[in-house]
Nanobody
């Protein structure tokens, strides 16, 4: 069973940091683009970051968030620094089919999704 499981969400004050983790299982992910998306309450799901040996970021998080991968452990991470209230959302990990080329910011390019983890930034 192909599965992505996120962890590491929580509540933090503005300016704080969180590190999200995503554990992938059920198939080989080494040749898959892995991404993070987020969905705020009442809003559409939007791209945050992706990695396929290169790193891609939404303008809203570039310089504050860092995506990384441990290929040996099938893990993906999202280090979030200088968090702002507008970063509050459910964060989802996603995996694309192996070897596919596509616009990393488009959710339609990913075929496996995690259940999401809540991040709340509030004073």
């Amino acid at each position: 069973q192909v599965q992505l499981v996120e962890s590491g969400g929580g509540s933090v004050q503005p300016g704080g940091s969180l590190r999200l983790s995503c554990a992938a299982s059920g198939r080989t992910f080494s040749s898959s683009t892995m991404g993070w998306f987020r969905q705020a309450l009442g809003m559409e799901r939007v791209f945050v970051a992706a990695e396929d040996r290169f790193r891609y970021y939404a303008d809203s998080v570039r310089g504050r968030f860092t995506i990384s991968r441990d290929y040996a452990k099938n893990m993906v991470y999202l280090q979030m620094n200088s968090l702002k209230p507008e970063d509050t959302a459910v964060y989802y990990c996603a995996a694309a089919p192996p070897g596919t080329l596509f616009d990393k910011s488009r959710s339609a390019g990913y075929d496996v999704w995690g259940q999401g983890t809540q991040v709340t930034v509030s004073s």
